[in-house]
């Protein structure tokens, strides 16, 4: 039993073996397992949500002028978009964005993977941008931001909260594929936690999708975040690599269940 920082005695668990230490790791990485399965399950769930088209126009302000929901896209068919609150009346204004969804920025993983997905993230708030372009000066953030200037917020359900969106982009058509918030928004921020978010998902061979969904083999389009050429082949000595690494994996898997 050791103390915690207030001096109350920490209720700790037994000190045992390696060995015993390992049986009871095998024995929790079975619920593991099987919550990794369970969350693939739910994301192949969420790949199949009915889609609501979006019929209004909005309106953003970026670094360059004014821009409609269609350009946040940027030329790609997913959009994810998570509304932070930085503006007057906010805690921290205007030094800072709100607490909880500057912790979220500071999650946001490098956006070339996304953007290797034909996914966008973007962020929006409605403080300016002369502030907007400060505070991300200042935090090293490097999403776009933009800010809103009529009802998106309140259409979309983060007018009083934050909260993601999600959009797909099928020629002229926008449409509304999936929304979370609350503890829903705290895991954000990993390249694979909002590509499972995304209609597409991952577009990873293994995946449970719709006939017809892009999907490409598991670990060949990975690249570092410098180096993505669009539409380019994926580079063959990272699939003969990969490829030896999943057959010593399996070999291993194997072997483990003899």
Known sequence: MTASSNGTP???????????????????????????????ALAAERRRMPWTEVAKTYVFEGPSGTLALPDLFDGRRQLI????????GVYGWPEHACRGCSMVADQVAHLAHLNARDTTLVFVSRAPQADIA??????DWKMPWYTLTDGFDAD?????????????????????????NNRGDEQMGGTWNYLDITPLGRQEVWEDSPEGYPQTPTYKWWNWHDSYVPDAAPDRKWVEISDAGEAAFRAQSAAAKQ
């Open 134 to 139: 400060r505070l991300k000066a200042q935090m």
């Open 81 to 88: 978009v998570y509304r932070a609150f930085f503006e007057p």
């Open 10 to 40: 920490m209720r700790t668990p037994p000190v045992v073996s390696p060995q015993d230490w390992e049986t009871v790791r095998q024995q929790l990485l079975v619920k593991e397992k099987a919550h990794t399965r369970a969350r693939d």
């Open 156 to 180: 979309f359900g983060v007018d009083e909260w934050h909260g993601t969106n999600v959009f797909y982009r099928d020629g002229g058509r926008i449409f509304r594929t999936y929304f979370l």
